[in-house]
């Protein structure tokens, strides 16, 4: 079984939806990420949480909320969907460190009509 | 702060021949330094990272890469190119901080094309 799952993998949405992906790990790290990825920009970063308690907003976190429901478990909520929030969503996991890997999930795609 | 900066946002190489995807960093500490891999409709997953040890760093695959400070440049390089190797790639760079604030930042990324 994969050590970081995402769920859904696809989604499309209308403006205006509330929409929510999931993210769940089995490694047992405390720290996790929400990025998006579109062409040509690379990733970057929508949330951070360092543990339970811990969630911190990444550079482009307008329009985007989190939840840190339990270690393994990190959920990303669009509020009112809109059509430039249309991209690719990763969850990652790291250990604590800036040295450290981060293990990245499958990925959901995001279609907002 | 810390910025990456991928020249090439498309590499194309023939089977065989030499891969280098370039990678400039930006930063006010010493970082540490990733280079990750996006295979077609899959996550990321980690090639290699400098962590202040060695300067030279070898990776899965036959990919190595090079701290080079004085050039503030972290480039990627493998021999000969494979056709499994058609990915994209993006160069990373995170800094240790008192604050608890540390983020992995990335490039651009660079699609790698291979050839036949």
């Known amino acids: 079984d994969a050590d970081v799952t995402q769920t859904p993998r696809n989604r499309i949405t209308k403006t205006g939806k509330r929409i929510m992906l999931e993210c769940s790990q089995t490694k047992g790290h405390d720290r996790m990420y929400w990025y998006r990825q579109d062409p040509g920009l690379g990733l970057r970063l929508i949330y951070y949480?360092?543990?339970?308690?811990?969630?911190n907003k990444g550079e482009i976190s307008d329009g985007y909320s989190v939840s840190r429901q339990a270690q393994a478990k990190f959920s990303l909520s669009l509020e009112s969907a809109i059509p430039n929030q249309t991209a690719l969503y990763f969850c990652a996991t790291s250990p604590n460190g800036a040295w450290e890997t981060q293990y990245f999930g499958p990925g959901t795609r995001l279609l907002v009509l | 702060a810390q910025s990456v900066t991928q020249l090439g946002s498309h590499v194309s190489v023939s089977e065989g021949a030499l891969v280098l995807l370039r990678c400039n960093y930006s930063?006010?500490?010493?970082?540490?330094l990733f280079w990750y891999v996006q295979y077609p409709n899959q996550g990321l997953q980690l090639l290699l990272k400098y962590t202040s040890a060695a300067t030279l760093v070898k990776g899965i695959n036959g990919f190595e890469a090079e701290f080079k400070k004085s050039e503030t440049s972290f480039h990627l390089t493998k021999p000969s190119a494979h056709m499994s190797d058609a990915a994209e790639y993006f160069c990373a760079v995170s800094l240790l901080s008192n604050f608890g604030n540390e983020k992995l930042t990335f490039g651009t990324g660079t699609r790698l094309t291979i050839i036949p």
């Open positions: 949480s360092f543990d339970v308690k811990d969630i």
């Open positions: 930063s006010s500490v010493p970082p540490y």
